[in-house]
């Protein structure tokens, strides 16, 4: 090998001017593109939940989230069954019981003539705003499991819940607020805080859970306001926490941890105001309040309505208590009576406010009910759990108004037309928000997860 060879050539050390722009020039776009990358993603790090772009044009920009936690009975609520009704007490063949004809009557209502249940009046005066997905299915008929199911997509490893990937895809329009927010009235629910979490997203993106019992702001958020230091205070020492976290990132590591819990501190310190204003409903005009009624019910879904209209992004409003394996006729109507004033309220409010266009209001529980008797052989009767059918309903935000879409059997024991999985449910839902289901995606453990999990299809026939 000859040396002389491998050193540089004096032609080599000249460039025309044509190759030193070609270089240099490039160079220079791509030290400035990193620039912008850069400050791009500082940006994001700094305000995880900055609004952002969904895929592609979004019908919905925030949901109302109203969970029938107990498993409704569809038979008795959304899905008129008459051969039922006419072979009540009668043996079905193949369902391991005698049939439960409905107590309640169903009549067409709107122009669309969609059966409402006579449970459901208020509601009725909303047909025409409504689609009704008769054909439901899940995977296992058990309230704590398929609970956890319908609100992160996954039966066994912890995922982050609807809400969570919302916010972690869209950020919220409301710095000063939690962008997703869970209102429960008290008590607990099956699977609890894993209905509302952020499981391996940031934790900035996990609910906020707020007890809608209480009687004050102070009460249903829990040490919202400082008794000790002032405002001006308290700015100071979260500013001092965030330099301190900076060094502490810069010289060391990022801790996940350590940055949600920080993020936590600056929106209660940010809340103090914005929600006392919020969940005061003492603010709202007589007549509003009226129309919402009395009710820890209506008082949820006016506080859900103020939310969405300061910019939160996703707000859950549980209602328990649906889960009536005897005296079905007077416990479900019981139930039906509280929810049915306060969500046709809602939708009354967001279509006068122009708000009902791009909210999407959803109802609906776990799973459904047997069209049998319950085995316990009681005098009054109520259903056993079925996850083989039930029924959701929409309202707003690109869902198709007056329509139903699939279907279950003569008797409403399991979805036999158009049958919608939990997963496509999920994915329509994203794809109202503005979202490819396959593509809202978050890497944790070497691996690519979603809400869908590895399948789900959207149900178009309800997409206006």
Known sequence: MNPLEHQAQLPDLFLTRRQWLARFGMGMGAVGLASMLDDEARAADLNPLAPKNPHFPAKAKRVIHIFAQGAPSHVDTWDPKPALTKND?????????????????????????????????????????????????????????????????????????????????????????????????????????????????????????????????????????????????????LDLVHQLNAIHSQNLQKDAQLEARIEAFEMAYKMQTAATDAFDIAREPENVRSLYGSSTQGKQLLIARRLVERGVRFVQVWASGWDHHQDLADRLRAKATEIDGPAAALLTDLKQRGMLDNTLVIWGGEFGRKPTRDKNGNDDPGRDHNNRAFSHWLAGGGAKGGVTYGATDEFGAMAVQDKVHVHDYHATLLALMGFDHEKLTYRYNGRDFRLTDNFGHVVKGIIA
Do not use: C
Request: hydrophobic fraction near 35%; avoid cysteine.
């Open 89 to 237: 007490g009668k043996e079905i063949p193949g369902a391991g019981g005698v049939a439960f004809g409905s107590p309640f009557k169903f009549s067409k209502q709107g122009r669309s003539g969609i059966e409402f249940s006579e449970v459901f009046p208020s509601l009725a005066k909303h047909a025409d705003s409504m689609a009704v997905i008769r054909s439901l299915h899940t995977d296992i008929p058990a309230h704590d499991v398929a609970t956890v199911f319908m609100n992160t997509g996954s039966l066994r490893l912890a995922k982050p819940s609807l809400g969570s990937w919302v916010l972690y895809g869209l950020g919220t329009e409301n710095q000063n607020m939690p962008g997703f927010i869970s209102l429960r009235p008290g008590g607990g629910a099956p699977g609890g805080a894993q209905n509302y979490q952020s499981a391996f997203l940031p934790g900035i993106f996990q609910g906020s859970s707020i007890n809608t019992q209480a009687q004050s702001v102070e009460q249903m958020i829990e040490n919202i306001r400082n008794n000790y230091l002032s405002q001006k205070e308290q700015r100071r020492q």
